[in-house]
Structures are given as C-alpha cells and as structure tokens.
C-alpha cells in the first residue's frame, strides 16, 4: 500500500483582502496578554492572532478600517496602530 507523502499545508485569510493563502506567506499579529499588539514573526507566540498579506495596501487596509480591531476583539491604539504601520513598510 502507497503513504500518501504530500505535507498539509495550513491556509489562514487575510484580515484585509479576505483571500486564503499558505500560512507561511502571511504575516501574523497577534494580541499579547498586556492588550498590545504586535507581528509574530515565528507564529508561535501565545494570544489572539490574525493574518495580513505582506502587500503594503492590505496592511494599511487592514489597519485603518477596524477589520484587525474585530478579529482581535480588541481596540488597537493609535500609537499601536503607527508602529505596525512602520513595521510592515519592511514587507
């Protein structure tokens, strides 16, 4: 009998553009404990997270119109929201 040798691959949606993608090209954010949010570079950090395709529109898509507020069940603040911004100018 033949093992079936293909690997899963995870697939997450994009917060912003709603498309399904690979896991691994997206990039994820998560809610820390402390009500922060912040990129999980690793995809292993504990907390709430979600998913932005590494395209500049929808990481400012996804963070001025409330979509990662809803996903994360939280308020990110202004302050927050800036920093992510600048980070993901490197993607």
């Known amino acids: 009998m033949m093992k079936n040798t293909s690997k899963h691959i995870p697939v997450r949606t994009c917060v912003a553009c709603r498309q399904e993608r690979p896991k691994c090209d997206l990039i994820r954010l998560v809610k820390v404990p402390d009500g922060y949010v912040e990129i ?35 308020v990110v603040t202004p302050e927050n929201k800036a920093r992510l911004i600048e980070q993901g100018n490197n993607y």
């Open 40 to 74: 999980d570079m690793h995809g292993k950090k504990h907390g709430r997270g979600a998913y932005l395709c590494p395209s500049r529109e929808c990481w400012a898509n996804g963070l001025t119109t409330g979509n990662l507020d809803r996903v994360l069940r939280t």
